[in-house]
């Protein structure tokens, strides 16, 4: 199988059978929901997993910044982490210690407690690979965001622009190959710092949307790129979208890296953008509460009817969206080392 996600058709087969039935549970698995959701005592408990195997550098730290994102998403807030930390046998007792390190001040920063995990030395691997478990609570249903809450006729708002993770991945992996294209040695510091400005954390953005306009759905760009984003949207809530690409802000160094290496920026690793559904009457209000906080928005598009498709509207005309079978960084990644580039 190729790296990345699960096809979404195997994905949907494996998730019809989730164990033992339990009426507690609220939100269970399904195709673009990130994260789980159940009931105790009165109370919901906001459960998300997630591991950083793309990333070399900071990998602790992105581990707490992603499963953090999605737990913000379902309306919550993050509370508690457990990482889970494979080491490399080629580590020694420094490595190890910057790792906790950047988990244990990653969480600090978001005002998250670490209340348990597991760690070891594995065979096998060449890189540190950090799994975490995030949680979150909330007061009440009324409270909880889904990705298959948009609705028909929802606007699409997009936070940050695109593509931050992938970009700044690109820049650390690949700074020979992006030299030998001719990039200026300063644009690819300038990637490579995209993971501290603009950064990969979304959880002031999804607070500040959640606590100014009625927001149907919250789901943060992540594997896929955008365009994987809005079609897991758009599958969770069973609808279709107008995506307007020439409206979605390509960040200016992700637009020089993707150029020089042959990837579609819609199709790169971009968390530290969010993808908001609410009314159209609310996206003015939504954008004035992210410029509140420094976070620059932008209405890039509409949830429509199922039936009406899913399209992609750039300065060539409209086209249907296309499909991302697996994230452009993985395809690259593994071209490079296949020799095919």
Known sequence: MKPGKLPPELLAELLTDV?????????????????????????????????????????????????????????????????????????????????????????????????????????????PIVAGTMLGDLADRGQMITTSGARDGDSIVLTTGIAIEGTAILAGECEQDLRAAGLDPATIERAAGYVSQPGINVVAAARALRESVEVHSLHDVTEGGVVTALREIAAASDLGVVFEAESTPVLPECEEICSALGIDPLGLLGSGALLATMPSIDAPRALRALDRIGVTGWEIGQMIEKELGMWLIDRYGEHEMPVFERDELARYLESRADGHL
Do not use: M
């Not at 005592?41 to 459960?47: D, I, N, Q, S, T």
């Not at 790792?99 to 070891?120: K, P, Q, T, W």
């Open 19 to 127: 164990g033992a039935p339990d009426s507690r549970v609220v939100v269970g698995p399904a195709v673009g929901e990130d994260c789980a959701v159940v009931e105790i005592g009165g109370r919901l408990l906001v459960a998300k997993s997630d591991p950083i195997t793309f990333a070399t550098e900071r990998v602790g730290w992105y581990a707490v910044q992603v499963n953090a994102n999605d737990v913000a998403c379902s309306g919550a807030e993050p509370r508690w982490f457990l990482p889970t930390v494979l080491i490399p046998v080629n580590f020694e007792a420094d490595d190890v210690r910057q790792l906790f390190g950047e988990i244990s001040n990653a969480c600090r920063e978001l005002g998250v407690a670490i209340i348990g995990g597991h760690s070891e030395v594995t065979l096998g691997i060449d890189r």
